[in-house]
């Protein structure tokens, strides 16, 4: 039986060196969950949502899927938005893409790949809508710009889920913001999307129309 074992021998070192530099740090850590970010994410391996952001375990909740999509469907999304927003009352909800993401370079192909065809389907939606802007472009260059886009329609759903709506309406502190990661040189990029109200929905969701 293949039980992995490198694995368990790296994580009791990584754990041993954690406890080394601050002996009380998983004690701490298993009494109570208070991150500020939630971070949805794209499941690329390359793209860790902690170590990006250079925070120890417990600062980021953290909600993967291929090419970070958030729809009304996905009610696996919805649960993490809820109990971030509800439960842990987390300030900032964060929507991150990557350049080369594989599932928007996927939509941009003229073939099948099976089941994930309908989940590619929300991303294919959004280069329709946004076809004046990518029609011009280069392979790659229109790659990176549906990578961008696609945060950005995103960022527009999670904002538009009954969860944020509701937070707003109670007055909680709550900002959703759309950034993009640079595997090539480890940098994050503000898209300059950061919606902290209804009435900057309003306004914000006219610049990917």
Same mark, same amino acid.
């Given at each position: 039986?293949?039980?992995?074992?490198?694995?368990? $021998?790296?994580? !009791?070192?990584?754990?041993?060196?954690?406890?080394?530099?601050?002996?009380?740090?998983?004690?701490?850590?298993?009494?109570?969950?208070?991150?500020?970010?939630?971070?949805?994410?794209?499941? $690329?391996?390359? !793209?860790?949502?902690?170590q990006i952001v250079d925070l120890p375990p417990g600062e980021v909740f953290v909600h993967r899927n291929i090419a970070n999509v958030v729809t009304h469907t996905d009610l696996n999304c919805l649960s993490v938005i809820q109990f971030a927003v509800e439960i842990l009352k987390v300030k900032h909800i964060i929507v991150c893409g990557h350049y080369g993401c594989s599932g928007v370079k996927a939509s941009l192909e003229d073939r099948e790949y099976g089941l994930v065809d309908n989940w590619l389907r929300h991303i294919k939606d959004v280069a329709r809508f946004n076809a004046n802007k990518l029609r011009d472009l280069a392979p790659e260059e229109k790659n990176n710009r549906l990578c961008e886009l696609n945060v950005l329609e995103q960022v527009v759903n999670v904002c538009n889920t009954s969860i944020v709506k509701n937070a707003w309406e109670n007055d909680s502190e709550l900002s959703v913001h759309g950034w993009i990661y640079n595997i090539e040189n480890g940098i994050l990029k503000d898209l300059d999307m950061c919606i902290t109200s209804m009435d900057e929905l309003k306004e914000k969701s006219t610049w990917i129309e």
């Open positions: 039986m293949n039980t992995l074992k490198h694995l368990f $021998d790296r994580n !009791v070192i990584w754990a041993e060196s954690i406890t080394k530099n601050n002996p009380e740090f998983f004690s701490a850590l298993s009494k109570q969950q208070l991150p500020e970010y939630l971070w949805i994410g794209c499941s $690329d391996s390359r !793209v860790p949502a902690n």
